[in-house]
């Protein structure tokens, strides 16, 4: 998604910000085991890189009662959104418009920790990503970090061509970028070290979804796997395309099922330690 500018969550405002809020659960669960590995001690100045609607965000908060985070996205509706959601801790959150490959030229003071759960895979440019958070952590601070990584989704990527690959969808989503951005955990140790990091770490987690029903599953594609798709479809294709994966998903994995792998990221800013 915009693979040119190498910017997080693609074109802003593309994102139906409310639809990605409600159906983002398996998110939720997912920051909840990244901020287990934080090991917060609740007075961190923190870093979430891409804060999407700001529901794993308002998890961060929890474990930060006297702590402040800065939460960064590029997409307004999701920011919009997360305003929404953060109201009961305005006062402990700064809300930042940025493209994460610039980070630094936009905060002016470090933080201690940079958190970020299902963003990295959306940036195409892992190493500005990595230069960038590196620069504003502050010496001794550390990255705590998921995405999607290594083989995930690659059967729901296999159907999702497939099915673009018929009439009507063909002549309009042929040569468009629609996929993220999925690395291995041995480049991303290799790209945080050429970044300046120390102790990086990094290892594939698989974390397969199935959801209650296709229904469910159709909901989720759209505000989530398929953002691209259906913002490169006319209105008038959209649900059918939609429909058209979710059906060959369930023919051929017997459940509305995802086949996520997570890729975890740890690693630190050598200096004294907070």
Same mark, same amino acid.
């Given at each position: 998604?915009?693979?040119?500018?190498g910017?997080?969550?693609?074109?802003?405002?593309?994102?139906?910000a409310?639809?990605?809020h409600?159906?983002?659960? @398996?998110?939720a669960?997912?920051?909840?085991?990244?901020?287990?590995?934080?090991r917060? +001690?609740?007075?961190?100045?923190v870093?979430d890189?891409g804060?999407?609607?700001?529901?794993?965000?308002?998890?961060?908060?929890?474990?930060? @009662?006297?702590?402040?985070?800065?939460a960064a996205?590029?997409?307004p509706?999701?920011?919009?959104?997360?305003?929404?959601?953060?109201?009961?801790?305005?006062?402990?959150?700064t809300?930042?418009?940025?493209?994460?490959?610039q980070?630094?030229?936009?905060?002016?003071?470090?933080? %201690?920790?940079?958190?970020?759960?299902?963003?990295?895979h959306?940036?195409?440019?892992?190493?500005?990503?990595?230069?960038?958070?590196?620069?504003?952590?502050?010496p001794?601070?550390?990255?705590?970090?998921?995405?999607?990584?290594? @083989?995930?989704?690659?059967?729901?990527?296999?159907?999702?061509?497939?099915?673009?690959?018929r009439?009507?969808?063909?002549?309009?989503?042929?040569?468009?970028?629609?996929?993220r951005?999925? +690395?291995?955990?041995?480049?991303?140790?290799? $790209?945080?070290?050429a970044?300046?990091?120390?102790?990086?770490?990094?290892?594939?987690?698989?974390?397969?979804?199935?959801?209650a029903?296709a229904?469910?599953?159709?909901?989720?594609? $759209?505000?989530?796997?398929?953002?691209?798709?259906?913002?490169?479809?006319?209105?008038?294709?959209?649900?059918?395309f939609?429909?058209?994966?979710t059906?060959?998903?369930? $023919?051929?994995?017997?459940?509305?099922?995802?086949?996520?792998? $997570?890729?975890?990221? %740890?690693?630190?800013?050598?200096g004294p330690?907070h």
């Amino acid at each position: 998604m915009d693979a040119a500018a190498g910017r997080e969550r693609g074109r802003p405002g593309d994102w139906e910000a409310a639809r990605y809020h409600q159906v983002a659960r @398996p998110h939720a669960g997912w920051g909840l085991g990244v901020l287990d590995r934080a090991r917060l +001690a609740g007075d961190e100045r923190v870093l979430d890189a891409g804060c999407g609607s700001g529901r794993v965000t308002a998890q961060l908060l929890e474990r930060l @009662p006297t702590g402040h985070v800065v939460a960064a996205d590029v997409s307004p509706a999701m920011l919009e959104q997360a305003r929404a959601t953060l109201a009961p801790y305005a006062d402990r959150v700064t809300f930042v418009q940025a493209d994460l490959t610039q980070i630094d030229r936009v905060l002016t003071e470090p933080v %201690e920790v940079v958190f970020s759960t299902a963003v990295f895979h959306w940036i195409n440019d892992h190493p500005a990503l990595f230069r960038a958070l590196f620069t504003v952590l502050a010496p001794g601070g550390r990255l705590i970090a998921q995405c999607g990584g290594g @083989p995930n989704l690659a059967r729901f990527m296999q159907v999702t061509d497939a099915v673009a690959a018929r009439p009507p969808y063909q002549p309009i989503l042929a040569g468009h970028q629609l996929w993220r951005f999925y +690395a291995g955990p041995e480049e991303t140790e290799q $790209r945080l070290r050429a970044a300046g990091f120390t102790d990086a770490t990094a290892w594939l987690e698989p974390s397969p979804q199935t959801f209650a029903s296709a229904a469910e599953l159709a909901s989720y594609g $759209r505000a989530v796997v398929l953002t691209n798709h259906v913002a490169s479809l006319p209105a008038e294709l959209q649900d059918a395309f939609v429909a058209a994966v979710t059906d060959e998903i369930v $023919r051929r994995e017997g459940a509305p099922t995802l086949d996520y792998v $997570r890729l975890n990221l %740890e690693a630190r800013r050598d200096g004294p330690e907070h």
